[in-house]
């Protein structure tokens, strides 16, 4: 089964909204981290949050960790049509520097 | 300039061939992998490698077997291709460390074994 598991698994809002993605992980990480996966492309990072932070922002990302609850949140503020897309986490836990991917959150941004 | 790259993009091929994808990072890194997505989306590590060792998802097929003639790359055979086969991978690299940082990914191969 997936290490991380992304909620929802899929989302459509309009541009301008802000849109929020949820990544619940099983067992204890080093860090967490967020890719983006345009259509038909390979993936590009992010953000990174290691296991001692609980939030984190680049632009208009902003990611929070609660590692009591296993969980992380994408949040894109002031969302737009270039940003549609797909959503991953990703875990580090294991040994040779794996990552392991959750399922995905399809964006639509919908001008 | 490209920092990983991979070919072939598209592999048609038929069940049984051998075929090969191949993947260079011109970013110094140490740790190069491959991953698999099917048709779903999911993203499943199959391999890690750096100049030391060579981790391997135990549930990747032996028919799968990474070759790398230098630090740069990182090549992946198949043998006797499945229909199962089909899915598209990507190749990955990054400065190596036990702290699992940032990987940049390839464009993927797409593989259809008919």
């Known amino acids: 089964s997936q290490q991380g598991e992304e909620d929802p698994q899929a989302l459509s809002i309009q541009e301008g909204e802000n849109a929020t993605m949820n990544c619940s992980y099983k067992?204890?990480?080093?860090?967490l981290q967020w890719y983006r996966q345009n259509s038909g492309r390979g993936l590009v990072h992010l953000i990174l949050?290691?296991?001692?932070?609980r939030e984190k922002h680049s632009g208009r990302l902003r990611v929070t960790l609660d590692t009591s609850k296993k969980s992380s949140s994408l949040l894109i503020t002031a969302s737009r049509a270039a940003d549609t897309a797909s959503y991953f986490c990703?875990?580090?836990?294991?040994?040779?520097?794996?990552?392991?991917f959750g399922g995905g959150t399809r964006l639509m941004v919908k001008p | 300039d490209t920092a990983v790259s991979q070919t072939p993009k598209y592999l048609v091929t038929q069940m049984g061939n051998d075929k090969s994808i191949k993947c260079e990072q011109n970013?110094?890194?140490?740790?190069m992998y491959w991953y698999k997505q099917d048709s779903k989306k999911f993203l499943k590590i199959m391999f890690s490698?750096?100049?030391?060792?060579?981790?391997i998802n135990e549930t990747v097929p032996n028919r799968f077997s990474p070759k790398s003639p230098d630090k740069a790359h990182l090549n992946l055979h198949i043998n006797s291709l499945e229909l199962g086969d089909s899915a598209v991978y990507f190749c990955?690299?990054?400065?190596?460390?036990?702290?699992?940082?940032?990987?940049?990914f390839g464009p993927g191969t797409r593989l259809l074994v008919l």
């Open positions: 490698y750096n100049n030391k060792e060579l981790i």
């Open positions: 067992t204890s990480i080093n860090n």
């Open positions: 949050i290691r296991s001692n932070e």
């Open positions: 970013l110094g890194h140490d740790t």
């Open positions: 990703a875990t580090g836990y294991n040994a040779g520097n794996m990552l392991t």
């Open positions: 990955a690299s990054s400065s190596g460390g036990a702290m699992q940082e940032t990987q940049y």
